[in-house]
């Protein structure tokens, strides 16, 4: 009897040692996984969105989500602290970064072109001049067959219908870029309305769309519209882009490549924050997108996460960049970005 309990005491044990072991390596992997939650700008969600999934396929135990809300909300909550990172399409002002407690770190990721998108029925070719443009957002232009619009398209039969325009609801990098743009080049508009994530638009006939998404529906539903998007919105939506007139006085169509060619020359300084207003070649509206990370996190796992995510989206994840339509942040600009995060991140 004393051998029977000795032996099932043993195996008991043996049994109980063995288990220990197969469920240590789980135990480690989930003390080892982590969840960033980030949000912001819509303009590079779709690019964010499959940054999430594939970063998975390196780092398993790291789970990214992003609330896509706007740049304007991107930032308010990083400087509120309630996400990991923000995003925003407009660089944090000097104020804004003063508010963020932990500090913060600009991170470039991507850039694009924001197409400037019309439903008419019947013109598929829309040329919009840099004189035109500009009216037309600042209302001084405010019907289809205006004299400016018909001169930047002879030939075209332009209809006698009003402009319905279609601007963002919500505080916007997307807007930011578009407005940047157009004060860079008109003065008039500059003064009157101005480089805003959220201007006070006063035009008639306005529309108000939540997002990039937002936008995009409006315009697609409305004929008679104009209104503006990232790119990559209207191709998917199958939206019509107009050419927009460049510093050379060409005629450009928004594209990764005429995107590419703008941005070719933007020099980026210490801090990565960058404001393209009038580029001298390519596809005039174009801008950068960035990550928001702060530069204390709570604890040391959380700040391992964050660097792992943005070393994994500057190198790995840039290759689909162009997969859905953005421009890849330089090489060199992206390994110096690193070395910030690497030796600033605690």
């Given at each position: 009897m004393v051998f029977l309990t000795t032996v099932f005491q043993r195996v008991f044990s043996t049994a109980v040692l063995a288990s220990a072991v197969a469920v240590t390596p789980i135990l480690t992997a989930t003390a080892q996984a982590q969840t960033l939650n980030g949000a912001g700008a819509t303009f590079p969600a779709p690019l964010y969105e499959r940054y999430?999934?594939?970063?998975?396929?390196?780092?398993?135990?790291?789970?990214?989500?992003?609330?896509?809300?706007?740049?304007?909300?991107?930032?308010?909550?990083?400087i509120a602290g309630t996400v990991d990172f923000g995003g925003s399409d407009a660089a944090m002002k000097d104020d804004e970064i003063a508010k963020v407690k932990n500090g913060v770190i600009l991170v470039p990721t991507?850039?694009?072109?924001?197409?400037?998108?019309?439903?008419?029925?019947?013109?598929?070719?829309?040329?919009?001049?840099?004189?035109?443009?500009p009216a037309i957002f600042s209302g001084q232009i405010t019907n289809w067959n205006d004299a400016k619009i018909k001169a930047d398209n002879p030939g075209v039969n332009?209809?006698?219908?009003?402009?319905r325009f279609v601007v963002r609801a919500d505080g916007s990098g997307t807007t930011f870029i578009f407005t940047n743009h157009l004060s860079s080049i008109s003065s008039y508009f500059k003064g009157r309305i101005g480089?805003?994530?959220?201007?006070?638009?006063?035009?008639?006939?306005?529309?108000?769309?939540?997002?990039?998404p937002g936008v995009a529906a409006l315009v697609a539903r409305t004929p008679g519209s104009i209104g503006y998007v990232e790119y990559s919105y209207a191709v998917k939506n199958n939206i019509r882009s107009a050419q927009v007139q460049n510093r050379r006085g060409e005629?450009?169509?928004?594209?990764?490549?005429?995107?590419?060619?703008?941005?070719?020359?933007?020099?980026?300084?210490?801090?990565?924050?960058?404001?393209?207003?009038?580029?001298?070649?390519?596809?005039?509206?174009?801008?950068l997108t960035w990550m928001m990370v702060y530069r204390q996190y709570p604890n040391a796992a959380k700040a391992d996460a964050i660097k792992k995510w943005i070393n994994w989206v500057l190198t790995d994840g840039q290759q689909f960049n162009d997969d859905l339509n953005y421009t890849r942040i330089p090489a060199g600009v992206a390994n110096r970005v690193l070395q910030t995060v690497n030796s600033t991140v605690k």
């Open positions: 999430a999934r594939e970063v998975k396929k390196k780092h398993p135990g790291l789970s990214v989500n992003y609330q896509a809300i706007g740049s304007g909300g991107g930032i308010r909550q990083t991507a850039g694009g072109a924001v197409s400037v998108v019309y439903n008419v029925p019947g013109v598929n070719n829309l040329r919009l001049s840099r004189s035109t443009l332009l209809p006698n219908q009003p402009i480089a805003n994530t959220a201007p006070k638009w006063t035009l008639p006939n306005v529309l108000k769309g939540k997002g990039n005629f450009v169509a928004p594209s990764l490549q005429t995107a590419n060619a703008a941005l070719s020359s933007v020099s980026f300084p210490d801090n990565y924050r960058v404001f393209v207003g009038d580029p001298g070649q390519g596809y005039p509206i174009v801008g």
